[in-house]
């Protein structure tokens, strides 16, 4: 259960228990970006459920239905500016777990929006809630 998205990506290789999963492959860095992003916190809240007020179970069965595959395989430069922003966010958090990183939280958010092509008003419903 989670008010947010809270996906991380583990240099250290870490094992993980049942409260968490874990993801392998190529092209982490984009999914970590897309899985984080408001597009995926406004989707997860129509398909997920919830057992408190805003707090969502993050499970398997609904972060699968997140339409990211057509993205992830995209070698638009959209994609390379993600894995950069990421690479950003990772460095400064290493350094200091308390940096803020909203500005390049917000810029990801943007990059997804336009990767999956919505307008301003589609923008303005995911940003509303």
Known sequence: MSELPSFCLDKDKFYVNQTAYMMTGNRLK?????LNSKISWWYIQHIA???SKNAY???K????????SKLILSKDDKIIK???L???ISKLKSQNPLKGTSEYEEEIDELVYQLYELTRDEIKIVEEK
Do not use: C, T
């Open 61 to 68: 069965q609904y972060v699968e239905l997140i339409p990211i």
């Open 86 to 88: 990421v690479d950003q």
């Open 30 to 34: 984009v999914i970590l970006s897309v």
């Open 82 to 84: 993600l894995q950069q």
């Open 49 to 51: 459920y919830s057992l």
């Open 57 to 59: 179970r993050w499970i």
